[in-house]
């Protein structure tokens, strides 16, 4: 099970941190996290892969990391357009997992 | 461009079957895995099933295992997903996607499971 913040609020400009966490124990590299974003009507957007690399579209506030065995997606200066549910996904072996999502309103 | 291009969705009755295909255009796609994810309505993506470039390794969520199958045809740069047994389910947008650098995600071929 991989289990994310339900729902999290920021405030414009503001800095906000996305945790991802396996049931199984501690994150590693080699589960390779990704973080997605996906807003109403429109399909899942890949924003980062293997824990911190970006995509040419990915806004460069936005960052990834390994924390204490988590996975994190970090916002920093959170614009409106921010609003979304952030997913993650590891893999286990060939086996993906995706966390439930969390639900970004910037207010 | 890079891209994915999903297609194959349908309407289909309990028990029926259908064949997703994903055609990969600009990467190198015999060099990656690939995957397929479902999104159900109102719900979060589920992965559905891998499989490393060269076909021979295969992985798949429980719920779908023995009634899904995931293949590759590197030669046409395509993936394909023949979905046997369906229930309702099962119903869901279906997405192809890439990994590492190319995860980016074709656009989803909607499958409808009803009677």
């Known amino acids: 099970v991989v289990t994310q913040e339900p729902s999290m609020t920021v405030s414009p400009g503001g800095t906000v941190t996305l945790t991802c966490v396996s049931s199984?124990?501690?994150?590693?590299?080699?589960?390779?996290p990704y973080w997605f974003q996906q807003k109403p009507g429109q399909a899942p957007r890949t924003l980062i892969y293997?824990?911190?690399l970006k995509f040419s579209w990915t806004p460069a506030r936005f960052s990834g990391s390994l924390i204490g065995g988590k996975a994190t997606l970090t916002l920093s200066g959170a614009q409106p357009e921010d609003e979304a549910v952030y997913y993650c996904s590891f893999a286990f072996g060939g086996v993906g997992v995706f966390g439930g999502g969390t639900r970004l309103t910037v207010l | 461009e890079m891209q994915l291009v999903d297609s194959g969705g349908g309407l289909v009755q309990p028990g029926g079957s259908l064949r997703l295909s994903c055609a990969a255009f600009g990467f190198t796609f015999d060099t990656y895995w690939m995957t397929w994810v479902r999104q159900a309505p109102g719900k979060g993506p589920e992965w559905v099933a891998s499989i490393n470039p060269d076909g021979s390794d295969k992985y798949y969520v429980d719920s779908v295992k023995g009634r899904f199958t995931i293949f590759r045809d590197n030669a046409k740069n395509s993936l394909v997903l023949q979905l046997n047994s369906l229930r309702a389910e099962d119903t869901a947008l279906y997405h192809c996607?890439?990994?590492?650098?190319?995860?980016?995600w074709g656009q989803g071929s909607l499958v409808t499971v009803s009677s």
């Open positions: 293997d824990t911190s």
């Open positions: 996607m890439g990994t590492g650098r190319y995860a980016f």
């Open positions: 199984t124990g501690s994150v590693t590299n080699s589960n390779y």
